[in-house]
């Protein structure tokens, strides 16, 4: 059952490596707390910035953000609730898209943009070196090979300390590793959407984390008929039941549920301690 009156804790979810790094294996997604549409600054900055502090409260270790969200605003708003930053804490930012207006996520994966998106991230994070930036999606104008390559450049410059990606394939995964050690892939998976079943797989026989964004498909996959029963059974809710099946698909997954709400924060964050029955697994299928 549910620790309905106990503090939650991210670490009940145990750990999974970033390279030389461990982090608990439910971690934060930031993008919610910026404005509509992932756009400008939040209405309440001082909710938003209780929102971050509240997730490193309750044991989360790893935050997940990018230079395109706001843009530039959700890394402003994650040093101002936290710098200077606890003893363990590791931010994963990306770079590679852009907003050129409020409904645009456009790619820009050049490595002159690469270099300048490092550079303001290191400035809007307060930070000397990233401890993990992922490229946030190929660019189809530009070699992957010359993104990627642009970033080990900057790993040996010492500002990135480890490299990741997102939005890719395990052909991309394949032609990134022979550029560069890969810590991390980040592609859209949840209950509902298990189209990077190849990618996850991949992760899995090569031991790199997988960090699925969406995990909740937005709220999509809560609907399923067959989580609300299990949810509806353990008397939990249907997002804590879709981040247990998460948890428990493999050691390497690392689920970054967003919200701008303590109180989901405090939701999500229960998952990590909800161990899911076999015959609970082979109902959710």
């Not at 990135?160 to 394939?169: A, F, T």
């Not at 052909?171 to 189209?195: C, G």
Request: proline share 7%; with cysteine.
């Amino acid at each position: 059952m549910s620790n309905a009156r106990k503090e939650p804790h991210a670490d009940a979810s145990g750990t999974v490596a970033l390279g030389d790094l461990r982090v608990n294996r439910l971690g934060f997604g930031a993008m919610r707390v910026c404005g509509r549409d992932v756009w400008g600054p939040p209405a309440d900055r001082a909710a938003a910035h209780r929102v971050i502090r509240r997730a490193v409260e309750l044991g989360v270790n790893f935050i997940d953000t990018a230079d395109s969200y706001g843009p530039e605003v959700d890394e402003t708003l994650i040093a101002e609730a936290l710098h200077p930053y606890p003893p363990g804490l590791v931010i994963g930012t990306k770079g590679g898209l852009v907003r050129p207006n409020r409904h645009a996520w456009d790619s820009d994966a050049h490595p002159e943009h690469l270099r300048h998106a490092v550079n303001g991230s290191l400035q809007r994070l307060k930070l000397e070196r990233i401890d993990l930036y992922q490229l946030h999606a190929p660019d189809p104008r530009v070699p992957f090979a010359d993104s990627v390559g642009a970033l080990a450049r900057m790993q040996r410059g010492g500002k990135i300390r480890h490299i990741g990606l997102s939005n890719v394939s395990v052909a991309e995964l394949t032609a990134a590793r022979k550029i560069a050690p890969i810590v991390s892939v980040q592609n859209e998976y949840n209950y509902d959407d298990r189209s990077s079943d190849d990618v996850l797989a991949e992760c899995v026989r090569l031991g790199i984390t997988f960090i699925p964004w969406y995990p909740l498909g937005a709220g999509r996959s809560l609907r399923a008929a067959k989580l609300k029963r299990v949810a509806a059974a353990r008397g939990v809710s249907p997002a804590q039941i879709a981040l247990a099946w998460l948890l428990a698909r493999t050691p390497v997954m690392l689920p970054i549920p967003g919200t701008a709400s303590v109180a989901h924060l405090e939701e999500n964050v229960r998952a990590a301690s909800l161990v899911l029955t076999e015959e609970e697994r082979i109902a959710l299928g």
